[in-house]
Every structure is written in C-alpha cells, then in structure tokens.
C-alpha cells in the first residue's frame, strides 16, 4: 500500500497532467510529486539541493517534451512504462524490506534505475545518487520501526542460525527416510571419500551430463554416514546442502549475498567434520559481482577452500565447466574434478530394482522384472534428448502416476511391459506401436511401414 501523503501527491500531478491534456504522466512527474513532500524536501536541502529550482526545472522539460493529446481526443493520460516500473519496483522493495507501506523515499531510489529519464538527470546534475538516498532510508529506519506490530519477549521466536536459513542437512533428511539409497557408483564414492580424506584441496567436484545422478551420489553419501556404511574418517561427517535460492532471495544490496554466504562458511568451519554440498555450483560463481568488480562468492570461497578448513562438494555439467571452470584456473586448482558418466543399461536395470520398493510402496503396485528392464532399454533408445538412470526412473514414476488417477474398477495393481511401452510412447511422442523391444515384429511390419 502506498502511504496516504504520497498517494495524494501522485494523484494531484496526474490531475494536473490530465488538465494540460498531456498525453503521457511520466517519471518527472512522480520526482515532482515527490518534492510536495516533507521528508524529501528535508532530505534535498541537507544534500545542498535548491528545491524551488530543482522543481521549476521539472515542470520546463515536462511541458516542452511531453506531447498533448488532440483537443477533441476522449482518451485518458497513460503512465508510462518508466513511471509503472518505478512504482513497481518502490512497492518490492518495500515488501523485501517486510514493510506493508510504500514511502516516498522508496520511490526516490527506484527513480534512479531509469537511467536514461531527465529525472535521474536532474537528480545527478544536483548531486544526489542513489546511495544518499539509500543512507537517508537507514537513517530513518528507526522511525518507520512503529509500523511493525511489537512482539512480547516471551513469544519471540528464537533466532535461526545461517546454516538453518540457507542450508538443508542432508544427513538429518536422510535419517527421516526422505532419501533413497545410492546404487552402484562404487567407483565414483570411493573416489569422493578418498578426495574428502585429504589434508588440503579435499573438495570433490561432479561433472556430468543433466539427469546422470550427481545430486544423487551426495544424498547418497549422506544415507551411507547415517547408516554407517562408509569409512572411519566419514563417520562423524554432516553434510548440508546449499540452498542458493533462500541465499539470493531478498537481497537488496551490494554486499548483502556475500554477507549470508560469509556467515554460512563460518559457522560451517565451526563444525567438526562438516560437509558444504553446492548443487549446480556454476549458478554460485559469479553471484554476487557486480559490472567492473572482481568480488563474487567463489572469492569468499577459495581462501576455505584452499587450507582445508572447509570441505566442499559440487556438481556442474561439463558445458557449465567449460565455461566457468576453466576459466577460473585458482578455482579449479582446488577442486578434484570426478567424471560421473551416464550408466549402461544393464547398471540402470539393477538401479531400477533397488528403487522399486520406494516406488512400488508410494504408487500402490508391483512391476515385473519384465517392465524393469523395458524401462532401462526404451528410455535408452527412444528418449535421446535425457541421460540414464534419470529417464527410465521417471518412467516407472510415470506408470505408477498414471495407475493413481484412474479410477478404481480401471486400477491396475501389476505393471508390465505394455504399461511401459506406453508411457515411453507418450514421454517421447511417438507412436506407441512403434515402441516395443521386440526387433522381430518390427522386422515382420517393416514393409507394410515402408
């Protein structure tokens, strides 16, 4: 909501605007509407502003660049696009800084991002950037304080730490069965635990193409310390997964993102055999930079990184590698790159099996070994656009999902070849008679087909 002084001065200019039958209300305007008001009339004269002439400078460009509507024209003044975006951005950012009410000085500042307006311009001419009007807004904080509803101190909610706000631990998500079992990958985990056993660089990184099961081997890992399947040196490890979504959301300013991550990594090195997990760690490297700077959050990272007292694992595809990797050599220098390859169909049939149980358990039926193993072939034939084992299990989900909306009497309890030839048909739009893993009878049909 925008405050009530405010409203009514926005209001006014557009009225004005409608009266000199203009044909645009633009973001001039709104800076006009703005010097009406006291707390930006205080703020501009202790910036040395002169407001009278600031004013009189607005209204000149405004009636020499604004064209007029024709005197017969019904149609009414339209915002400008800049002018809705500057309100749209005030009331974001007030609703980031978990405020319920739009301030005048929220739009002063979001008048700056229209770069290219004579209002910036005039701002800029007078020595006022965005950054005093952004100290001007933290030192009226305190006074906007009231708006927020007070809490007794016997209610507040104890603080959350920066690994609960931004982190999830894997091995606590395990221990209450939300992860399933690793399978196979033998190699590639005995790779990792040697990698994490090491004095410095001990930072694993998996690279391989979308959907061949990267995350999957950290939650699995995971699952292994819980169940303590894995070697001494893990058996006091936690690893807890990077929530880079809850990391960027909401943050404002410069500086705020790498605040959150500085905080995650330093409580993390207070941690005795703490893990740091960062899915498609390549969307990490570079947030935080600005146009011209060098500081990003591999920076806050490497110096961790490089003695040891943080432990790391990533997983990136090899084009994210090229391209953010290879470029970065100090960064690459600290990770140990694992090649995680796409498995054979006969692995993907055993990872299948091992899965089945979870998935036979949430849908309510049974696959054959039969439909098992159609999953892992079709998939691998005829949907070339995905990897194993990430296609064939979405393909026995997509059998169960289908057996769970149909009605009761139509319900089938066992899955066989035919459900999943079916369901890859549709998943890869083709024709279902075409999908089959019987060669001969597509031999027998081949001429009537040609």
Do not use: W
């Not at 009514?8 to 973001?27: D, G, K, P, S, Y």
């Not at 005048?104 to 290219?116: P, Q």
């Not at 990770?335 to 949430?362: A, C």
């Amino acid at each position: 909501m925008i405050e009530t002084g405010l409203q009514q001065e926005i209001n006014f200019v557009m009225t004005q605007a409608r009266n000199n039958r203009l044909e645009f209300v633009t973001v001039e305007h709104l800076l006009l509407a703005l010097l009406n008001i006291d707390e930006i009339v205080t703020f501009l004269r202790n910036k040395r502003t002169d407001v009278d002439e600031l004013r009189g400078e607005l209204e000149e460009y405004i009636d020499s660049h604004t064209p007029l509507l024709a005197q017969d024209s019904d149609v009414d003044i339209v915002p400008t696009v800049g002018f809705q975006r500057v309100l749209q951005r005030s009331v974001y950012q007030a609703q980031s800084a978990q405020k319920n009410t739009v301030y005048a000085m929220n739009v002063l500042v979001s008048i700056f991002a229209e770069k290219e307006s004579h209002a910036v311009y005039l701002l800029k001419l007078n020595n006022i950037s965005r950054l005093d009007v952004m100290e001007g807004i933290v030192t009226r904080a305190p006074e906007s304080i009231e708006e927020t509803p007070r809490i007794e101190s016997d209610s507040k909610k104890p603080k959350k730490s920066s690994l609960e706000k931004y982190t999830i631990n894997l091995c606590e998500k395990a221990k209450a069965g939300k992860i399933d079992p690793l399978l196979g990958r033998e190699e590639e985990v005995t790779r990792t635990v040697q990698i994490l056993s090491r004095r410095r660089k001990n930072n694993p990184l998996f690279v391989g193409q979308a959907g061949v099961g990267k995350t999957a081997i950290a939650e699995g890992i995971a699952k292994k310390i819980v169940d303590g399947k894995v070697p001494d040196v893990l058996k006091e490890a936690s690893i807890y997964s990077l929530d880079i979504g809850m990391l960027i959301a909401g943050t404002k300013y410069r500086g705020d993102f790498e605040k959150r991550l500085k905080a995650v990594i330093t409580d993390l090195e207070k941690i005795p055999h703490a893990i740091l997990f960062i899915d498609e760690i390549h969307t990490l490297i570079g947030a935080g930079s600005v146009s011209g700077g060098s500081l990003d959050a591999s920076n806050l990272l490497k110096p961790a990184l490089a003695d040891g007292s943080l432990k790391c694992m990533g997983s990136t595809t090899y084009e994210e590698y090229r391209k953010v990797f290879e470029k970065d050599h100090a960064l690459t220098r600290r990770f140990q790159k694992i090649d995680i390859d796409e498995p054979s169909v006969e692995d993907t049939v055993k990872i299948l099996h091992g899965l089945k149980k979870y998935y036979q358990d949430h849908h309510k039926v049974k696959y054959s070994a039969a439909a098992l193993t159609s999953a892992a072939e079709l998939s691998h034939r005829y949907m070339n656009d995905r990897r194993l084992p990430d296609k064939a299990i979405d393909v026995i989900d997509e059998v169960g999902a289908l057996q769970q909306i149909q009605p009761k009497s139509k319900r089938k309890i066992n899955i066989g070849v035919g459900d999943i030839e079916n369901i890859v048909a549709k998943l890869a739009r083709i024709p279902s008679r075409q999908v089959t893993n019987d060669d001969k009878s597509l031999l027998k049909n081949i001429e009537a087909e040609l």
